[in-house]
């Protein structure tokens, strides 16, 4: 089974509106999909409207939620206030980390952290066969 942590970015889009093709993830077999505390509350201060949060609150309520883990001061190339989310997929031990961000983990994308391989949100449905 695939642990898939979703950065804000892409709960925020998958929320944004009813028809995202985003939430196909939400549908994927074998997948547990995985949000910190952190995360969900940056989508939650970014979601504008009513219904947007309806969406999003919806959604949240197929995830794992896991809390906050300790910042490893050590995790280089990660501006800083990015590094919780990359923490938080490596300590909840999810294989992937999910992002649309190009500024925080373009060059990241399709690399491996500390176990943890980064992709866009098209490349893992891709790798999925979606």
């Not at 309520?61 to 206030?81: F, H, Q, T, Y």
């Not at 992002?99 to 990241?108: K, M, Q």
């Amino acid at each position: 089974m695939d642990r898939v942590f979703l950065d804000a970015n892409v709960l925020f889009s998958a929320a944004y509106r009813s028809d995202s093709g985003l939430r196909c993830l939400w549908d994927l077999p074998d997948t547990a999909l995985v949000v910190s505390s952190y995360a969900l509350e940056e989508a939650r201060r970014n979601c504008t409207d009513a219904q947007h949060r309806k969406r999003l609150e919806a959604l949240v309520r197929s995830l794992d939620v896991v809390a906050n883990p300790p910042l490893d001061p050590e995790l280089d190339g990660i501006p800083p206030s990015d590094r919780p989310i990359l923490q938080a997929a490596v300590s909840s031990q999810c294989g992937f980390l999910v992002t649309g961000d190009r500024r925080a983990f373009g060059a990241h994308f399709d690399k491996t952290i500390r176990g943890v391989r980064v992709l866009k949100p098209a490349f893992y449905l891709r790798l999925r066969g979606g």
